[in-house]
Structure formats: structure tokens, C-alpha cells
């Protein structure tokens, strides 16, 4: 049942499931039962999110109390009924997987009873990974003091107490920020358990720029080819099914879009600190048309660009299953592997090896930042070209074809109009007109054609990077939490309130994200550049030839007048 509020204090949201309220606003709750201190509903804006509880007022009847105070309830306690609470997805990032595919059926003969879609739902987190807290116990064990009051600043308060230590650096209020979801904040607290063998490893090394993943020892290309439909159940469902071949073993497997959809979650799921690049999104409708085929095939061969260029994601063992594995059963439980590797979120950071090479945090923090402006300004001109060029493709197909059908269907009148004087008319002329009229008819038909040529690509292009930006500010996130737990662990041990030990511990730590998160913007740039080179190349070279075509179908007729 929503509830009428105001607000006590100003607040300023920090990321994207937070909203801002200010002192004395109108507000909905809707339920008053909060979670770790935070309610969820609707400012006078008409704003969704979670903002604190202490900070407002639930305003009742005359004949109840005025106002309810949250600051005093201890986590667990009916005030604390996560049970109740279903965290909100964010906004910001893609879902691919949680829709149904193109149909509903189960995987045909490469299934087994454990599906995606059967996995239990938990708070997407970072760059959509499911929540960590079923794994990291111990990165929840959130407990305030009964009597402990918020301060009404901006700046929220973290825990002042823990269950496992004495002083420790205080954990995050907001369980729905990206840094906890996502289990960094237990990563760089030191609350991951160690695993006794890590059978993958994952180094970082110096480069030319700065950190760089290294590379893959055996790297490889996968086409993507023949989108051929098929049925099943005597043809009651209907799929279509991609040739892939890995240019590593020469020999192609066969999948369809909701195996690329299992393969995209298990990334999701794994990989914290990597920009994962979007599927091609899904349509309810028309997904055997033509059109929507070959614009699928494209997109997903950009996509297999991406992943197969990436020294990371390329070497994970269920991409590599996903594009080699023929057999039924040795698919199933590869599949299931994959399902159950423990070497996922937080527990991934685990195994990167990063250089020994000194770093100082506040030139990480500026380099950083500079890349979060950057991305920022490449997100809102990627934007800019995607909706000038979809208008483009959009005059193509429409405005251009019709305004020189028109011109070439008044030049056909004109020598239509001179046939009516049969004495002083000019069979030559007026054919040379007539075929002028065709000329340009058929001028405006290569228009309406061209975008398959040049604009498509450019908008599959920009689509991919919309994806790939749209992942960096959660992933930004994660490391300005990392910077921030280390700015105050070094402030409580300078206290004598933590061990100097424990507090470069969280500094190592924080160092593996940082370098992490570096080594992904530099492969970003370096694919960056290589892209929009072949992108603004292959546009130009087809700008070229396109009026190239234009210019022999004019001068073919303008031949047509010489001998008058």
C-alpha cells in the first residue's frame, strides 16, 4: 500500500537505483517496511528509487502516529524484512537473458532439465551480473548499533560496527549499489574465500600505454554464416540456426540465438570488470523476415568480432565449448560446467595476476576519470551520428526514391507532350527525354538500396559501441568503491584503529581492480580505433562507388543527345 511522506533532508542520488530528494518534498512510499535503512518510492518528479529511510517522514491519519523512525531499527527486524523487498533492475544495462528467445521452446536435442531460464532471479548487478550474496555470506553481515542515527548530510553513513573484527572499514549502506551486488566490496574487504587451486589465470602487463591484458597465446576469428530456418515437432516450432566456424579447428558447429543468449549470460555472470558487448536485441514480431535475419547475421558477426579479439573473454572455457563442442551429450555437461564454475563476480578478480609495478592511486584515480569524461562525450556523439544516420536510411528508402521518381516522371510527361505535334516532332529528343525520365527513376531505386551498402554497417557499428559504453559506469563504480574503501582503511590505521597489515591488504586489492579496469579501457581504445577506421573507410569507399554508379547511368544518357 503506498504511503504519503516528506522529507526531512536533502539527499543526492550517487548511481542509478537512488533518487534525489529535497527538504520538505511530497513523497509515495511504497511499503514502509524498509531494507538496511533504505525505502523504496516516488518523488514529486515522478522519479523512482531507493533514498533513506531516516531522511523522511510517513505522514498518517490524525487519528495514528506522524511520523515512523527507521534510524534506530536494527538490520533483520521487522523494519528490515528484505524477504519482502525485490530489488529493481537497472535501468542502465541490457538484459538480453531475461526475456524469452524466439520461442519458447526448450533447447531441442542440445537440452538438459537445467536451463537458464530455470536458474533462480536475483538483483542484476554490475554489467548484469545476478547478485553475489548467496556466495559471500560474509559480505552482508551488515549489523548497526540499535541506537545509531544517519547524520542528514549528502554523504551517507557506512556501518560502524562488523561481526567478524573490532575496526574495520565500514561497508556500504546501499546493498543495491553495483559495488556490493557485483561482491567487489567482499573482494577488496578481503571476505572472497581462496580458492586451494585456480585452474585459470588471467595476467595483466605493462604496455607501451600503460596496463594491458596479455594476450591470447592462440588467437583465432569465427564466422558467423547461413541463417538457415528449421523446424522441429513437425514443423509446429520454428528457429534459425547459424553456421559458425573457428578459424582454430576449421570445422562448424551450428547454434541459434538462444544459445548465443545462454552463452551471453554465463559472461555476464562471470566477468566483473569486463565490458561484455551486447547480443543483438530481440523482436516479438517478424524474426523470420528477411530484413530482420540478415540485420541479426550482421550485428552477431560483430559481435564474435569482439569476442574473439578480446584476450580475456576469448580463453573462457564456455565460449570455447560454445563454438567447438559437436557432441549432445559432451555439450550438456560442458554446459553444466559452466553453470556451476565458482570462479564467477567477485571470485573472477581472483584470477587476475597483475604487474609488480608501483602505481600511485591518485594518478589511476585522474586517468580514470579522464576516461569516464571521455566515454561520457563518445556515448552522447555515438548517439548524435545513430539518430542522424537512421534518418538518413530513413530519406533513403523514402524521400530520396520518391522526389526522383517524381523528376523522372515529369521528364516522362514532357516527352509524352511533345509526341502531341507530330510535324515538328523529334523521335530522337523525345526518346532521349523519356529515357532521361527512366534514368532517374532508376536513380532513385539505387538510393533507396545504397544504406544496405554503407549505413547499415555504420549503425551496426555504432550499436555495438552504445552497448559496450553503456557497461563502463557501473564498472567505473566498482573502482572509485575500491579507491574510496582504501582512502578509509589508510585513514583508520593513521587512527591506530586497524592494522597497518590489513589496510595494505585492501590497497593490494584495490590494486588488482584498478589494473584491471585500466587494461579494459586500453583494449577498448585499441578496438576503438580499429573499428571506426573500418567503419568510416568501408562507408567512404561505398560513398564512392555508389556515385560512381550514379554518375555512369548519367553520362550513358547524357550520350543520348550528342547526335541530335
Not at 71 to 90: E, I, V, W
Request: glycine residues 6%.
Amino acid at each position: 500500500m503506498a504511503l504519503k511522506a516528506r522529507a526531512l533532508y536533502n539527499f543526492q542520488s550517487e548511481n542509478k537505483e537512488e533518487i534525489s530528494i529535497q527538504e520538505n518534498e511530497e513523497l509515495v512510499i511504497f511499503s514502509e517496511n524498509s531494507l538496511d535503512g533504505w525505502l523504496q518510492g516516488q518523488n514529486s518528479r515522478g522519479e523512482t528509487g531507493l533514498f533513506p529511510a531516516s531522511y523522511v517522514e510517513i505522514l498518517r491519519s490524525r487519528s495514528g502516529s506522524n511520523y515512523t523512525d527507521y534510524s534506530s531499527s536494527p538490520a533483520g527486524s521487522p523494519g528490515h524484512d528484505s524477504s519482502f523487498y525485490t530489488a529493481p533492475p537497472n535501468p542502465g544495462i541490457s538484459y538480453q537473458g531475461s526475456f524469452e528467445d524466439d520461442d519458447d521452446d526448450d533447447w531441442d536435442d542440445w537440452d538438459d532439465a537445467c536451463t537458464v531460464m530455470e536458474e533462480p532471479r536475483s538483483a542484476p548487478g554490475t554489467n548484469g551480473h545476478p547478485s553475489p550474496s548467496v556466495q559471500y555470506p560474509a559480505a552482508y553481515g551488515h549489523h548497526q548499533h540499535a541506537g545509531y542515527h544517519p547524520k542528514p548530510a549528502l554523504e551517507r553513513q557506512d556501518s560502524m560496527s562488523s561481526s567478524k573484527r573490532g575496526s574495520v572499514v565500514g561497508r556500504n549502506l546501499n546493498r543495491f549499489s553495483c559495488f556490493v551486488r557485483s561482491g567487489v566490496e567482499a573482494f577488496i574487504l578481503g571476505d572472497v574465500p581462496l580458492m586451494s587451486k585456480i585452474a585459470e589465470v588471467y595476467c595483466i602487463e605493462m604496455g607501451s600505454k600503460g596496463p594491458q591484458w596479455r594476450a591470447n597465446p592462440h588467437p583465432f576469428i569465427c564466422s558467423v554464416e547461413d541463417p538457415t530456418k528449421q523446424t522441429k515437432f513437425k514443423g509446429i516450432k520454428s528457429y534459425i540456426s547459424y553456421k559458425l566456424t573457428p578459424s582454430n579447428i576449421n570445422s562448424p558447429v551450428y547454434r541459434r540465438y538462444k544459445h548465443f543468449d545462454w552463452l551471453y549470460n554465463r559472461l555476464l555472470h562471470k566477468f566483473t570488470v569486463i565490458s561484455v558487448p551486447h547480443l543483438p536485441e530481440k523482436q516479438a514480431t517478424g524474426r523470420f523476415e528477411e530484413d530482420f535475419i540478415e540485420k541479426r547475421k550482421r550485428r552477431l558477426i560483430l559481435w564474435m568480432d569482439h569476442m574473439t579479439s578480446h584476450p580475456v573473454l576469448s580463453q573462457y572455457e564456455g565460449f570455447q565449448h560454445f563454438l567447438c563442442c559437436r557432441d549432445e551429450k559432451q555439450w550438456k555437461l560442458g554446459k553444466r560446467r559452466a553453470e556451476k564454475d565458482e570462479m564467477v563476480g567477485a571470485s573472477f578478480l581472483l584470477t587476475i595476476q597483475i604487474p609488480t609495478e608501483h602505481q600511485d592511486l591518485q594518478d589511476v584515480e585522474d586517468r580514470v576519470d579522464a576516461f569516464k569524461a571521455f566515454s561520457k562525450k563518445m556515448d552522447d556523439s555515438v548517439l548524435q551520428l545513430t539518430n542522424v544516420a537512421s534518418e538518413l536510411v530513413r530519406k533513403h528508402v523514402g524521400g530520396f526514391r520518391k522526389e526522383f521518381q517524381k523528376l523522372g516522371n515529369a521528364f516522362q510527361a514532357i516527352s509524352h507532350s511533345f509526341h502531341m505535334d507530330p510535324p515538328y516532332s523529334s523521335d530522337a529528343l523525345n526518346n532521349a527525354i523519356s529515357h532521361t525520365g527512366k534514368t532517374y527513376e532508376t536513380v532513385g531505386e539505387m538510393f533507396a538500396e545504397q544504406p544496405k551498402n554503407d549505413l547499415f554497417l555504420m549503425l551496426d557499428t555504432l550499436s555495438l559501441y552504445q552497448g559496450l559504453l553503456s557497461n563502463f559506469p557501473d564498472i567505473i563504480h566498482l573502482q572509485k568503491g575500491a579507491f574510496a574503501k582504501v582512502k578509509e582503511s589508510q585513514r583508520m590505521s593513521d587512527e591506530g584503529r586497524m592494522d597497518q597489515e590489513e589496510a595494505d591488504g585492501i590497497r593490494k586489492r584495490c590494486r588488482v581492480v584498478g589494473f584491471a579496469l585500466q587494461a579494459e579501457m586500453n583494449h577498448f581504445h585499441e578496438r576503438r580505433v580499429a573499428d571506426f577506421k573500418r567503419m568510416m573507410q568501408s562507408y567512404l569507399k561505398q560513398q564512392i562507388v555508389f556515385y560512381q554508379r550514379v554518375s555512369q547511368q548519367l553520362e550513358k544518357t547524357l550520350r543520348m543527345y550528342d547526335n541530335l
